[in-house]
Nanobody, 135 residues
Framework: QVQLVESGGGSVQDGGSLRLSCALS????????????EGWFRQGPEKEREGVAA???????KYADSVKGRFTISRDNAKNMVYLELNNLKPEDTGTYYC?????????????????????????WGKGALVTVSS
């Protein structure tokens, strides 16, 4: 069974930095489930969940406009890890951050086989990590 586990959340002051990590397990090389694209999503207080950053198996990256220049997504295939560096954090960045993956090939085809920030394209989700930015 595929699992995604986030870590690295916490509380910081306005302008601070954090690094989120996502450990992926349960993938089988050449099997039915291999990670084609990973993304980070967030949900702030009384807000809908939104896409923040995504990276696909070819290294193509997409960011939400609100985080461009401040957040950096990366992946370490050897370690089955995905990271999100959060710099120059603002109070409006507060929320629960979720790691997600497109693992099923059918899901990847449905997503157009391109890096995506649409949460409906993702088929596996972590439970989230809380990030709190105070002013």
């Amino acid at each position: 069974q595929v699992q995604l586990v986030e870590s690295g959340g916490g509380s910081v002051q306005d302008g601070g930095s954090l690094r989120l990590s996502c450990a992926l397990s349960g993938y089988s090389s050449g099997g039915d489930y291999s990670s084609h694209c990973e993304g980070w999503f967030r949900q702030g207080p009384e807000k809908e969940r939104e896409g923040v950053a995504a990276i696909d198996e070819d290294g193509r990256i997409k960011y939400a406009d609100s985080v461009k220049g401040r957040f950096t997504i990366s992946r370490d295939n050897a370690k089955n890890m995905v990271y999100l560096e959060l710099n120059n954090l603002k109070p409006e960045d507060t929320g629960t951050y979720y790691c997600a993956a497109i693992g099923l090939y059918g899901s990847w085809v449905s997503a157009g086989m391109e890096v995506t920030l649409k949460q409906e394209d993702y088929d596996s989700w972590g439970k989230g990590a809380l990030v709190t930015v105070s002013s």
